[in-house]
């Protein structure tokens, strides 16, 4: 199939020197898209994701079904599960977020060290496919890459 899944990330440093710097708090705007390019209806559509400890994800818009974040280890992971419901065919269905650079659990501003990092991995979309010659519909999985950012 000729799927699409698409994660796009901009980022607001404040001294607006276009680099991410060491204790820098930095903003992010993250939005993830899925588009049905199929002729038949895509339904149980779901997209899970998750950050690194260093990020946090202060909301969540969707432009439908339910996006819901979970914080889950001692590193204060956050994870999202999105359940999208049916993208009919041709459809799209966004989701827009915000996060930012966390503080620590010493209440330092992350990142502390310079280095690459894993911002977040890749999303994972599935969904439940019946084109119009099958007797019964089956899972499809597609996913994006990882976001990775170079702290100086």
């Not at 620590?104 to 969904?127: C, F, I, M, R, W």
Request: hydrophobic letters at 35%; charged letters at 20%; a negative charge.
């Amino acid at each position: 199939y000729d799927h699409e899944v698409c994660k796009k990330v901009k980022y607001l440093d404040h001294d607006r020197d276009g680099a991410i710097e060491v204790g820098e708090p930095v903003m992010f705007l993250e939005v993830i898209q899925v588009h049905n390019p199929t002729a038949y209806p895509w339904t149980d559509v779901t997209v899970k994701d998750r950050w690194g400890a260093e990020i946090d994800v202060t909301s969540a818009e969707a432009s439908q079904g339910t996006a819901t974040l979970t914080t889950k280890g001692n590193s204060a992971k956050e994870f999202l599960e999105w359940d999208i419901g049916t993208i009919p065919p041709g459809g799209t269905a966004n989701l827009v977020l915000m996060t930012m650079t966390d503080l620590n659990p010493a209440g330092h501003q992350s990142y502390t060290s310079p280095g690459d990092y894993e911002y977040n991995s890749g999303a994972v979309l599935k969904v439940q496919v019946q084109p119009a010659h099958a007797k019964k519909p089956h899972q499809e999985s597609f996913n994006t890459g990882s976001v990775w950012l170079t702290v100086i």
